[in-house]
């Protein structure tokens, strides 16, 4: 695969997006040592320093656009799997798509789409993994939520090697899911789930729901039980866990 590696991009899922208007083949990656204008969900600044992971995949699966945010988990869970097995570390997942130890944030996914209806051009997948960072720099209001490998294992963890390990539990994933596994996946990431069974708050446009989160249907869609029994699917949105 092409990799593209940079000392300092903006974006590398802004990158990532030039390069694949451009006709760049599925696979190609790129990865910056650090961002300018790192972005995270719902518009949101991602500090990028030095020693983190900052890395976006393009990918043009030939599948429905709908399936598209199913790609999100897909990633959430191999981030989750290599973190675990590479650095021993209990991980879990809070929905959507954050990798937590404890319960605090040490990855971000950002997957972007270019489609229409019909047909997905491309998507890029972007992930951000505080890895050498020290999360104490971090302006206050992030420091709390949010952990480094560094500050959890109190050592440096060589950055290529886990990339390397990251790609290769990836390709596996996403070749599940264009075989169709995706259940398969779901199993995996409900094993790494924080969110089912915990009471959540969740965000989206300007409306707040609040319950209990019960499961992930086939096709990721959160569903929480609301206090009067009903149930809600949750396409979206930000999710706090409450207790
Ligand atoms: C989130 O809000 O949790 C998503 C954060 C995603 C950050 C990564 S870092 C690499 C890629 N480039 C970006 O600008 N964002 C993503």
Same mark, same amino acid.
């Given at each position: 695969?092409? %990799?593209?590696?940079?000392?300092?991009?903006?974006?590398?899922?802004?990158?990532?997006?030039?390069?694949?208007?451009?006709?760049?083949?599925?696979?190609?990656?790129?990865?910056?040592?650090?961002?300018?204008?790192?972005?995270?969900?719902?518009?949101?600044?991602? &500090?990028?320093?030095?020693?983190?992971?900052?890395?976006?995949?393009?990918?043009?699966?030939? &599948?429905?656009?709908?399936?598209?945010?199913?790609?999100? !988990?897909?990633?959430?869970?191999?981030?989750?799997? /290599?973190?675990?097995?590479?650095?021993?570390?209990?991980?879990?997942?809070?929905?959507?798509?954050? %990798? !937590?130890?404890?319960?605090?944030?040490?990855?971000?996914? !950002?997957?972007?789409?270019?489609?229409?209806?019909?047909?997905?051009?491309?998507?890029?997948?972007?992930?951000? &993994?505080?890895?050498?960072?020290?999360?104490?720099?971090?302006?206050?209001?992030?420091?709390?939520?949010? /952990?480094?490998?560094?500050?959890?294992?109190?050592?440096?963890?060589?950055?290529?090697?886990?990339?390397?390990?990251?790609?290769?539990?990836?390709?596996?994933?996403?070749?599940?899911?264009?075989?169709?596994?995706?259940?398969? %996946?779901?199993?995996?990431?409900?094993?790494?789930?924080?969110?089912?069974?915990?009471?959540?708050?969740?965000?989206?446009?300007?409306?707040?729901?609040?319950?209990?989160?019960?499961?992930?249907?086939?096709?990721?869609?959160?569903?929480?039980?609301?206090?009067?029994?009903?149930?809600?699917?949750?396409?979206?949105?930000?999710?706090?866990?409450?207790?």
């Amino acid at each position: 695969h092409e %990799i593209h590696y940079f000392n300092e991009v903006d974006s590398t899922n802004n990158v990532a997006k030039e390069l694949a208007k451009d006709g760049a083949v599925e696979g190609t990656i790129v990865i910056a040592e650090s961002q300018s204008m790192g972005r995270g969900r719902r518009g949101k600044k991602w &500090i990028s320093p030095e020693g983190g992971i900052w890395m976006s995949i393009i990918l043009r699966p030939k &599948i429905n656009p709908a399936k598209a945010p199913q790609l999100t !988990l897909v990633t959430g869970v191999a981030v989750a799997e /290599t973190l675990k097995n590479e650095c021993g570390l209990d991980v879990g997942i809070k929905w959507p798509n954050d %990798i !937590l130890v404890g319960e605090k944030k040490v990855c971000g996914i !950002l997957t972007e789409a270019q489609a229409t209806t019909k047909k997905v051009e491309y998507l890029i997948v972007g992930i951000g &993994i505080d890895l050498n960072v020290d999360v104490k720099l971090f302006p206050p209001k992030l420091r709390e939520g949010a /952990t480094s490998l560094k500050n959890e294992l109190e050592k440096e963890i060589h950055s290529a090697e886990l990339i390397q390990k990251f790609l290769l539990n990836f390709e596996n994933r996403y070749n599940e899911f264009k075989e169709d596994k995706f259940p398969e %996946i779901l199993k995996q990431w409900r094993m790494f789930s924080k969110t089912i069974g915990s009471y959540v708050e969740v965000h989206k446009r300007g409306r707040t729901v609040k319950g209990e989160a019960v499961g992930i249907n086939k096709d990721g869609i959160l569903i929480l039980e609301l206090e009067d029994g009903s149930l809600e699917k949750v396409v979206s949105g930000e999710c706090i866990h409450v207790k």
